[in-house]
């Protein structure tokens, strides 16, 4: 069966372990099949499996980006965080632009790199959810270590390749 192909940016460990430990809390469970991540792209063709490890490993030869959380951003029915990283900005412009006529109408929008740590639940909660995160929120680094691509087949993500920074 051909599955769409996803393409994320991985968090350090401790960053991996503070957003994923917020995603467990906040996100309805029955709807919670991935670890927190930053997507690139939601949808390549699955005929790309081998040129996007190609691409992810070119990339990933580099030193790692640096990036960091800039604020909350409210999602109607949930809850992330903004990422900010020109240096991981420039590495999804380069991979959008070896990937013309690929991509899906929402992969060639604008991109806002961010972390959603809560999703598909009712706005009040979500409200309430950025309302508390804001109160203790302040700007700090954020750790990429490299780059994934997985395959989407519906339910959990599963592995296609994954690529460290330098």
């Avoid at 940016?9 to 709807?31: I, M, T, V």
């Avoid at 992330?80 to 991981?88: G, K, T």
Wanted: hydrophobic share 40%; with cysteine.
């Amino acid at each position: 069966m051909t599955a769409p192909i996803i393409v994320t940016a991985l968090l350090g460990a401790s960053d991996f372990a503070w957003a994923d430990g917020l995603r467990r809390k906040h996100f309805p469970p029955e709807r919670n099949q991935v670890p927190a991540h930053i997507t690139l792209f939601h949808h390549l063709p699955p005929s790309l499996a081998e040129e996007v490890r190609e691409q992810l490993k070119a990339e990933c030869r580099a030193k790692a980006p640096a990036a960091r959380l800039s604020g909350l951003r409210h999602l109607g029915r949930g809850v992330a965080y903004q990422v900010e990283s020109p240096d991981l900005e420039a590495i999804r412009a380069r991979l959008a632009e070896h990937f013309t006529g690929m991509l899906t109408p929402q992969d060639q929008a604008v991109w806002r790199p961010h972390i959603t740590v809560q999703n598909k639940v009712v706005p009040k909660q979500a409200k309430a959810l950025l309302t508390e995160l804001e109160a203790s929120f302040s700007t700090r680094p954020l750790q990429i270590a490299g780059l994934a691509s997985w395959w989407y087949r519906g339910g959990p993500w599963e592995p296609l390749s994954e690529h460290r920074f330098r």
